[in-house]
């Protein structure tokens, strides 16, 4: 297991890296994604995928960025839950917005558990607000997301000066 003072290193996820995903993916969502919609992602243009891996554990977490024109969606972030509260869902989300801005994307969206008050609170920190909600969306537990909106800063930037 990760030790407290280990930081995962970041990077481009690879085809190495489905199962691990997967596995991931299957221990933490009650209707997770197969390892073969992660392998597919990997050969579409309008997807970026990165992985937290620890030298002991090899992956232990990862974010799916989809975008198409100038908007995104965080389609899935993840981190073990042996891993979790250790920065490094903030890191790998920061990555992905780091992208977004590279991509010229003007906004970014994402659904979240209701109830995930960690994962909501991360998303606030860094400046995702509340734009709807998908009542019943989750299953096993049933429960309602929220679809959470995040707008580029160099795009309000442009809006204000003109």
């Not at 073969?36 to 050969?43: D, I, R």
């Not at 790998?92 to 992208?99: E, N, Y």
């Not at 709807?132 to 707008?151: K, S, T």
Request: net charge negative.
């Amino acid at each position: 297991m990760m030790s407290e003072s280990t930081r995962a290193a970041l990077r481009a996820a690879t085809r190495n890296d489905v199962d691990a995903m997967a596995e991931i993916e299957r221990e933490l969502f009650s209707d997770p994604w197969p390892a073969s919609s992660f392998a597919s992602l990997m050969e579409q243009s309008h997807a970026r995928m990165y992985v937290a891996i620890d030298i002991a554990d090899g992956v232990v977490g990862y974010c799916v960025l989809l975008h198409v024109l100038d908007e995104g969606e965080i389609a899935n972030i993840a981190v073990m839950p042996a891993c979790q509260r250790r920065g490094i869902a903030s890191r790998l989300l920061d990555l992905a917005m780091s992208d977004a801005v590279g991509l010229a994307l003007r906004f970014l969206y994402l659904e979240v558990r209701v109830g995930n008050a960690a994962a909501r609170a991360l998303y606030a920190s860094r400046g995702f607000l509340a734009i709807g909600r998908r009542r019943g969306y989750y299953r096993d537990p049933i429960e309602d997301a929220l679809v959470l909106q995040w707008v580029n800063p160099a795009d309000m930037a442009e809006k204000s000066s003109t």
